[in-house]
């Protein structure tokens, strides 16, 4: 059974950083590709980022630029560190593991921009 466990969020001030890391067990994490959703109150989950089992990334238009994900296989951890935050930003982030029969999520970590 995959386990996917969100942290690093937290408030930052607009123009902020943060680190976000998704630590996944129970998975051959290698194979899979990963990715970053965000959910805002009132508002669907919207892709932020994700990342291919070889490393390539992919980036929602809003977040080119200043968010970089990356993923270090040995430690089974997938990161998105985001740079120059915007109150836009703020949402509950989500990890989501793409496997071949079925997708598997964490639980959220929020992240608050604002002054």
């Known amino acids: 059974q995959v386990q996917l466990v969100e942290s690093g969020g937290g408030l930052v001030q607009p123009g902020g950083s943060l680190r976000l890391s998704c630590a996944a067990s129970?998975?051959?994490?290698?194979?899979?590709?990963m990715g970053w959703y965000r959910q805002a109150p009132g508002n669907q989950r919207d892709l932020v980022a994700r990342?291919?089992?070889?490393?390539?990334?992919n980036y929602a238009d809003s977040v080119k630029g200043r968010f970089t994900i990356s993923r270090d296989n040995a430690k089974n951890t997938v990161y998105l560190e985001m740079n120059s935050l915007k109150p836009e930003d703020t949402a509950v982030y989500y990890c989501?593991?793409?496997?071949?029969?079925?997708?598997?999520w964490g639980q959220g970590t929020q992240v608050t921009v604002s002054s």
């Open positions: 989501r593991l793409s496997a071949s029969t079925r997708d598997y």
């Open positions: 129970g998975s051959i994490f290698n194979l899979y590709p």
């Open positions: 990342i291919s089992s070889g490393g390539k990334p």
